[in-house]
């Protein structure tokens, strides 16, 4: 939402509306190395990138990745719904599956279409 303040300048607001979906699933094929340094994770082929709400979604989706396929988790925020995981190519991608299939299905969320670069 955007509105004028009182000397004319504009402010965006930002909300976070709650629902059940998963924002962003985006697998990384081959990032450069520069990108594994400043996450601070060890090189593992490829990176997945997941945003969910509600945040604490997070957490769940986490376990289903680390328990499909070998990868290993990154990063994972409950406070914003964040989560990334990293691993060869196919355990990423296959992970990403997972969790798409599994909260759409189990618990009923709008899950984002699998992306890659």
Same mark, same amino acid.
């Given at each position: 939402?955007? =509105?004028? %303040?009182?000397?004319?300048?504009?402010?965006? *607001?930002?909300?976070? $509306?709650?629902?059940?979906?998963?924002?962003? !699933?985006?697998?990384?094929? @081959?990032? $450069?190395?520069? $990108?594994?340094?400043?996450?601070?994770?060890?090189?593992? %082929?490829? *990176?997945?990138?997941?945003?969910?709400?509600?945040?604490?979604? &997070?957490?769940? /989706? /986490?376990?289903?990745? !680390?328990?499909? !396929?070998?990868?290993?988790?990154?990063?994972?925020?409950?406070?914003? %719904? @964040? $989560? =990334? *995981?990293?691993?060869?190519?196919?355990? =990423?991608?296959?992970?990403?599956? &997972?969790?798409?299939?599994?909260?759409?299905?189990?618990?009923?969320?709008? &899950?984002?279409?699998?992306?890659?670069?």
């Amino acid at each position: 939402m955007s =509105v004028f %303040g009182e000397q004319g300048i504009e402010r965006i *607001i930002q909300e976070s $509306v709650p629902g059940k979906q998963i924002t962003l !699933a985006h697998v990384i094929a @081959s990032p $450069v190395k520069d $990108v594994f340094e400043r996450l601070g994770i060890d090189d593992g %082929g490829a *990176i997945g990138i997941l945003t969910l709400s509600p945040f604490e979604s &997070a957490i769940i /989706a /986490a376990d289903i990745a !680390a328990k499909t !396929a070998n990868v290993e988790i990154g990063f994972l925020d409950r406070f914003t %719904g @964040s $989560v =990334v *995981i990293y691993g060869d190519v196919q355990s =990423v991608e296959t992970s990403l599956r &997972a969790v798409n299939d599994t909260l759409r299905d189990l618990l009923d969320f709008q &899950a984002a279409p699998l992306t890659r670069t």
